[in-house]
């Protein structure tokens, strides 16, 4: 049996799809809303921002490849503390299938989407 958090594939948007506040803060993912990764998107710029140290610091450790660091976001986060309880952590090869499914209309298993 898996021991995957139900809600882990909302890690996946730290690579895919960052999400940032209304008021410009880089939340990083859509289960955020305590604490960010940049304080204003809009000024500092996109490609900037989500490509910022700390963002790549929490990808890393969301592979379970650095330490969690205290000012990281994810160490509050219910799915952070079950990817290190089981080692459940993101693999590139899930990412590459994400990434595939987001950009085809043909789904890596076959059916088409929609
Ligand atoms: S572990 Fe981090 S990226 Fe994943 S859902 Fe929680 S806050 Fe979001």
């Known amino acids: 049996m898996t021991q995957r958090h139900y809600m882990r594939h909302l890690c996946y948007?730290?690579?895919?799809?960052?999400?940032?506040?209304?008021?410009?803060?880089?939340?990083?993912?859509?289960r955020n809303f305590w604490g960010s990764?940049?304080?204003?998107?809009?000024?500092?710029?996109?490609?900037?921002?989500?490509?910022?140290?700390k963002m790549?610091?929490?990808?890393?450790?969301?592979?379970?490849?650095?330490?969690?660091?205290?000012?990281?976001?994810?160490?509050?986060?219910?799915?952070?503390?079950s990817m290190g309880q089981f080692g459940t952590w993101i693999t590139e090869e899930e990412l590459v299938v994400k990434k595939v499914e987001q950009t085809t209309l043909i789904s890596p298993h076959g059916r088409s989407k929609g």
């Open 13 to 30: 948007e730290m690579w895919l799809s960052p999400q940032i506040n209304w008021d410009g803060k880089l939340l990083g993912c859509s």
């Open 37 to 53: 990764y940049a304080e204003d998107v809009f000024q500092a710029g996109l490609l900037e921002s989500i490509n910022n140290e």
């Open 56 to 81: 790549r610091y929490a990808r890393a450790m969301l592979m379970g490849q650095r330490p969690l660091r205290p000012d990281m976001p994810c160490g509050r986060c219910g799915v952070f503390q």
